[in-house]
């Protein structure tokens, strides 16, 4: 069963930076890319980019790039995600989900930026 | 950026009842278009790949079709827990977008 864990609820201090983990599980990370998404309460999806488990490759929306850094550890078939310079309008929930098709999704993580 | 245009924003209908939710490209996708049903406090979950491809485990009164620019989803009879919110996304060009959603409702 294809399993996708992300780490707990963050609330950080503006300018200040957060990572974001996405643990999985039943499939073969190398072989997919990862997803990252971002929603607001009450509002639409963004796609923020995605990374191949294989070689780390990424594709970034350019609304993100300087934003988000996507990254992996093969090792231990995790994904991450790191915001930086947080401001109000990062506090979202962010999703996890898997290749092209979005097939399988991480719980989400909400990221609350507040002083 | 391709915009993905949802429509209705709010659909109210009766449990039984055939409902049909549409999405519009601002230019051809190719089909590359998925749907996604998202329940209040939940993760989305895939429901059609690809334009038509029903996905495993997903009931089959959804079903969706389209080409070009134009896209629908079909649940052929309502059921009380497709209440949701329900979005399209095409995987065509990048970056990849998401519609703006179509809240269904029972009546």
């Known amino acids: 069963e294809v399993q996708l864990q992300q780490s707990g609820a963050e609330l950080v201090k503006p300018g200040a930076s957060v990572k974001l983990s996405c643990k999985t599980s039943g499939y073969t990370f190398s072989n997919y890319y990862m997803s990252w998404l971002k929603q607001m309460p009450g509002q639409n999806i963004e796609w923020i980019g995605n990374i191949y488990g294989g070689n780390g490759g990424t594709g970034y929306n350019q609304k993100f790039k300087g934003k988000a850094t996507l990254t992996v550890d093969k090792s231990s078939s995790t994904a991450y995600m790191d915001l930086s310079s947080l401001t109000s309008e990062d506090s979202a929930v962010y999703f996890c989900a898997t290749g092209p098709t979005l097939a399988y999704w991480g719980q989400g993580t909400l990221v609350t930026v507040s002083s | 950026d391709i915009q993905m245009t949802q429509s209705p924003s709010v659909l109210s209908a009766s449990v039984g009842d055939r409902v049909t939710l549409n999405c519009k490209a601002s230019?051809?996708?190719?089909?590359?278009l998925n749907w996604y049903q998202q329940k209040l406090g939940e993760a989305p979950k895939l429901l059609i790949y690809?334009?038509?491809n029903l996905q495993t485990g997903i009931p089959s009164r959804f079903s969706g079709s389209g080409s070009g620019t134009d896209y629908t989803l079909t649940i052929s009879s309502l059921q009380p827990e497709d209440v949701a919110t329900y979005f399209c996304f095409q995987h065509n060009s990048w970056p990849f977008t998401f519609g703006s959603g179509t809240k269904l409702e029972i009546k």
């Open positions: 690809n334009t038509n």
């Open positions: 230019q051809n996708i190719n089909k590359y």
